[in-house]
Every structure is written in C-alpha cells, then in structure tokens.
C-alpha cells in the first residue's frame, strides 16, 4: 500500500511542479496589458520580456613560450597562480643537460574571469609563441542537473515524511529502500554539479615553457680537406663503435665456447659407452682349430 502511495505521491508532486512551471511562464492577461500576444488561444510573454539565462563555459587552453631559463619562469608562473586564486595541477621540471634542453610543463587552474589577465603575465615571463583558447558551453547540463537535483531532493523529503508515518514493517522496509536508491542518484548528481561548477569556475590552461639556447644543426664539409677530414673522424668512429661492439660479445663468445665444450664432452662419453665390444683377440683361433683335429 505504501508502495501505491509513494509512487502517487511522486506522480502528483512531478504534474504539480510541470503545472506550476508552466503557469509561471504564461500568467493571465491584463485588460490593459499590451505587451503580450495571443497565439493559438494561449497568451505568451514576449521574448525580451523572459529572464536571461547565464551562461556558462568550460575554458580551457594550450600556452607555449620561450625563456632563458624555463624552471625559473615555471616557478614564477605557479606564483601568480597563487596571487591570482587558483591553482597548480600538474608541474614537471626538466633542468638543462648536455644531451636535453631545459624546459617545464604546467596545467595550472586560473578563475575564469582572470584568463585575460593570465595570458598578459605569460606574456611578460618570456615569448609566446602560440595561444589557443577553447570554450564550451554547457549551460543546458547545468540546468538539467540543478532540476534533476531538486526534483531528487522533494522525493527524498517526501520518502522521509512517509517513513516517519510507516503503519508496519513491510511499508518501512520498502520506503526506506526507495529513499536509499533516491539517496543514491541525489549524491551521484551533486558530485556531478559540484564537478562541473568546478570546471566552469576556473579556466584550465596547459602551459609549455621551453629554452631559446638551441643550438642550429652543424653545417657539412665545404671543401675536399674538410671531406677527408670528415670521413676520418667517421671512421674513428665506425671503429670506436666496433670495438664496443666486440667487447661486449667476447664473454658471450667464452660463455658460449664452454657450453661447447661441455655438449662435446658428454657426446665423446656416450658414445665411448655405446661402442660396441670388439672380437677377441690373442690365439682364440688356434684353439678353435686344435677342438676340430
């Protein structure tokens, strides 16, 4: 029985909710009113009349720029991050080696009303080479998400108020596995709103700092004297090369010889004790003969 109500209850409170929606979007007519048109036997508000919805965005962007020094400028950018209320996700330093240049990666979060500002101070660290800016909008899953959570929490308050008046076991056992799975689905959608008002309210950007000491690519030889001298060295090389080559290979070479020598030495004594025993040997002959006679 309170199962019927329950799912009575929600199916009135759900019509009354789209009733109420719907007569605050058309109110009755004024004698006097104007500003309003009849189409089709219903009265509607014009649309300069209807409150302006918010809109709401997801930025995010890709920043590169050059600096002398890129572990310093990724510091100096995570301080104006701090200065600016936002935050650093992610940070990865790369200091300078001979065979690597020096660079750092951010992804830092910036409120989004400060990107402008944000993207002037990077400017200021060093060159920026490349900026692009996405935005998306998401207003309508806001908005889906904000009334699916009030309708969520109404029937939680309603489950509520009938678990409260339960007249047996049965019907409390059923209310509150209702408003167990309606608890579910309300906090589900929270984490989402709370998700998603997190990414509206801070613009992510991933910034790529790099070094500006790059070295050009050596020229070639220009003449026969730098040919040769050229081919010299790449054969030094070649050689030097070589050498490691062998060195690393001689002990698999002993290693190798060993298990030859062993495979070797086992085939010898198998077949030393498979031979065949041979005749004999000595005067067996004469005795046979002397037997005959």
């Not at 004698?31 to 009849?38: A, K, L, N, R, T």
């Not at 984490?191 to 801070?202: C, E, F, G, H, P």
């Amino acid at each position: 029985m309170l199962s019927a109500i329950v799912v009575a209850t929600l199916t009135l409170a759900g019509c009354g909710e789209i009733d109420s929606d719907s007569s605050q979007q058309t109110p009755a007519p004024s004698p006097g009113d104007s500003s309003q048109m009849e189409i089709g036997g219903a009265v509607q508000a014009p649309a300069k009349d209807q409150a302006p919805t918010d809109r709401q965005e997801i930025i995010t962007g890709q920043v590169a720029l050059t600096a002398d020094d890129p572990v310093a400028v990724g510091r100096q950018i995570v301080d104006k991050v701090d200065d600016l209320g936002g935050r650093v996700d992610q940070l990865t330093e790369q200091p300078g080696s001979d065979d690597q240049d020096a660079s750092s990666s951010l992804t830092i979060r910036v409120p989004a009303d400060s990107l402008t500002r944000t993207l002037d101070d990077l400017r200021e660290l060093g060159k920026v080479t490349s900026v692009s800016v996405t935005k998306s909008d998401v207003t309508m899953q806001s908005q889906d998400l904000d009334a699916r959570i009030n309708a969520l929490t109404a029937s939680v308050t309603r489950l509520q108020g009938l678990i409260t008046s339960a007249a047996n076991t049965a019907d409390l056992i059923e209310a509150e596995k209702a408003l167990s799975e309606r608890q579910g689905e309300l906090d589900s959608l929270t984490a989402q709103k709370r998700t998603l008002s997190d990414q509206v309210a801070l613009a992510t950007l991933m910034v790529d700092v790099t070094s500006t000491d790059v070295e050009p690519p050596s020229p070639g030889p220009d003449n026969f004297w730098e040919g040769v001298v050229a081919g010299w060295n790449a054969l030094l090389s070649a050689i030097a090369a070589g050498a490691v080559v062998v060195g690393a290979l001689i002990p698999w070479f002993g290693f190798v010889a060993v298990i030859a020598l062993v495979v070797y030495g086992a085939y010898r004594l198998r077949r030393m004790y498979n031979r065949p025993p041979g005749p004999p040997s000595g005067p067996a002959p004469e005795r046979e003969e002397a037997k005959t006679q």
